[in-house]
Nanobody, 114 residues
């Protein structure tokens, strides 16, 4: 069974940083554009950052300049470095293939306090 396991979330004050990790159990992860999604309470899940197989990155305007996505294809791991966090970044963060979603993992909760 394909697994996506996100980790690294937590409670942080505004202006702080966190680094999220996503470990994938399928080789499909390393041959596709993958991304970080987030879902805040009462809102739809949104794509905040993605990275192609050759390292081209794209960010939502809301996180541009603050978040950095990277991948280690040898380890089949995806990362999200989040700096200058804001309360509006509070959400559950998930990783997945962008073009077609695998079964979602449990996500990792990020809470940013004022």
């Amino acid at each position: 069974q394909v697994q996506l396991v996100e980790s690294g979330g937590g409670l942080v004050q505004a202006g702080g940083s966190l680094r999220l990790s996503c470990a994938a159990s399928t080789s499909a992860f390393r041959v596709n554009t993958v991304g970080w999604f987030r879902q805040a309470p009462g809102k739809q899940r949104e794509l905040v950052a993605r990275i192609s197989t050759n390292g081209i990155t794209t960010y939502a305007d809301s996180v541009k300049g603050r978040f950095t996505i990277s991948r280690d294809n040898n380890k089949n791991v995806l990362y999200l470095q989040m700096n200058s966090l804001k309360p509006e970044d509070t959400a559950v963060y998930y990783c997945n293939i962008v073009a077609y979603n695998l079964n979602w993992g449990q996500g990792t909760q990020v809470t940013v306090s004022t």
